[in-house]
Each structure stands twice: as structure tokens, then as C-alpha cells.
């Protein structure tokens, strides 16, 4: 049985991709993990610029602090170096996960300002990347901010880093654009080789004792596959980039589904999470035993036979899906009240 893909360009043993994620891919022997249990790729976690410029502030007040009392306080300190100051620590990184694996290894950039997209870009290629994945993550907040600028600016992104480097660039969006499949054309005609469907925006808790404002990370659930899995299906073959599903990934039969509506790939992070790195082998023996049931030799046979396209009920995807929803739904409790 053939589970080989490709991904933007790219060849892949199997379509079980490791998505971005800090816990999971910081260290180089979890990597190295992940290619024994099976994974395809791995995506790196995120390199932020604005950690980036924070470190070397910290780094230089540390090393400034009480200079102008003590000159010789500058010599208790090491070389700059050994404190990884910006993305050395990062490209390093990317260097020993060449050296460790096979697999393809994809780095994701999470720049603030346009020269930092580019600048650490470059960086990333010249560490060794296979593959650079733009991790967009913006929330306007501005009210004078149009979605023309908005749109723009994401374009703009994208066409400055495809310029700079050779390597294919996939970028991860968000689904709240007001005409997804025309920001989806723009973005590959910009110089996307992929895109990742779909950035999830963690949300901020209240704590309601202390008064403060704190990160809440909910990891996904089988049932928020459908949105990427409509989309992928309404995007393939119609835009002329690769499809990639994140966020639901969590049983052999969801990446069936996933690549029945036209992934390339699908990435898993929450599942490992919860599981384990090795629980890929479990998804991956789950993928198997479905196809074997219902003879298909390839992941290619599978991938876009349920598409928009290829759909024997192309507005299923569409409104009407949603009306049938809302018909045929019933409710567990009698809607009518008995006194």
C-alpha cells in the first residue's frame, strides 16, 4: 500500500504531517521520534520575531546594568552567543534536525514587521530548511484598519518572502476573511506554494479572583475538522496550490475524510499531545485498515475523489447543507411544553 504524498514539492513517506507545536517539536531526539513512529514532515514550533527583539533587549540591559558604577561589571558576564541571542538559537536547531533526520523538516516564521519577514527568511534557508511555513497570526484591532488594508498586508507579506528565498513557502491562515476562496487565489497568485487551513486563535480567560487576563489553550476536537475539511473540498482544484488540514486530526478515518476532500497533508498536534508522539503509528495503522477495507492502494486514489468538483452534489459544501442541517436536526427533548 502507497501512503506516499507530495507537499509542495516535497515527497512525504506518508500524509501525517507534525504540525507546529513548541511542546512537541524543542527537542531534536522528539523529532527523531517522530520519523521511527512515521510522521511525513515535521513543522517546526513558530520563531517570533517579537521574542526575538525581547531577548536582546533583556540581554543588553543585563549587560548594561550597573556599568556606569563598575566598569568592570561587563566581565561577569559570557559572549552574547551562548545566550542565543535573536534566531541563532532557532537556526541551530533547524541545522541539528537535518542532521538527525530524513524527513522533510518545515521551519514557521512568525514575523512583526516587513523587514523581519524577510531578514529571518533568509536565515531559515540558509540553515537548511526544507520548507518555510509564514504562520500569519494578526488580530486587528484597529478601527481605522479596512479589510482591503488587512488583505493587502497579508498579500504583501507573502510576495516579500517569496521574492527573498527558493525555498516553497506555505502560508497558515486564518478563515475569518469575508471571501475566503478569492483570498485563497490571491495568496497563491502571490507566491504561496500551500496553504495550511486553519490558523486556531487562542482565546484569553478572566480569571475572576485575581483579575488578570491569561492564556487558555484548548486543545482541538474531532468535530472542528468540518470547517477545514469544507473549504479544502471548495478550494481543490481550483487554485493552484497545495491543501493542507490542521486542527481535528485525531483518527485514521479523519485523515480518510480530509484527503477525500483534497488535503495533500494533514497535521496532527492536539492528538500527540494527549497520546504521545508514538500514537502516530496508532493513526497511521487506522489510515491502513480503512483503505484495505475498501480497496484503495494509494493515498493519491483518495485524495479530491469527494471535492467540490467531483462531488455528485456540488452544493452540499454550500447553503444548502446548511438548510438541510437545520431540517433534518432533532432535538433529544420535545420542543413542546406539557403543564
Known sequence: MDLSTTYMGLELRSPLV???????TEHIDQIK?????????????????EQIHQDQLDLHHHLQYGTHSFAEALT???????FHVGPEGYLNHIQQAKEMVDIPIIASLNGSTPG?????????EQAGADALELNIYNIPTSLELTSVEIEQEYLAIVAAVKNAVNIPIAVKISPYFTSMANMAQRLTLAGAHALVLFNRFYQPDIDIESLEVHPNVLLSTPQELRLPMRWIAILYGRIFADL???GGVHHGTDVVRLLMAGAQITMLVSVLLRHGIDHLQDIERELRHWMEEHDYSSVRQLQGCMCQLNCPNPTEFERSQYMKAMQTYRPAIDPIYHH
Open 18 to 24: 507534525v504540525g507546529a507545536a513548541a511542546p512537541l
Open 33 to 49: 521520534q517522530m520519523e521511527d513512529a512515521g510522521a511525513g514532515a515535521v513543522v517546526l514550533h513558530s520563531m517570533f520575531e
Open 76 to 82: 561577569y558576564f559570557p559572549e552574547p552567543d551562548i
Open 244 to 246: 493542507a488540514a490542521t
Open 116 to 124: 523581519g519577514w524577510i531578514e529571518y527568511a533568509r536565515q531559515i
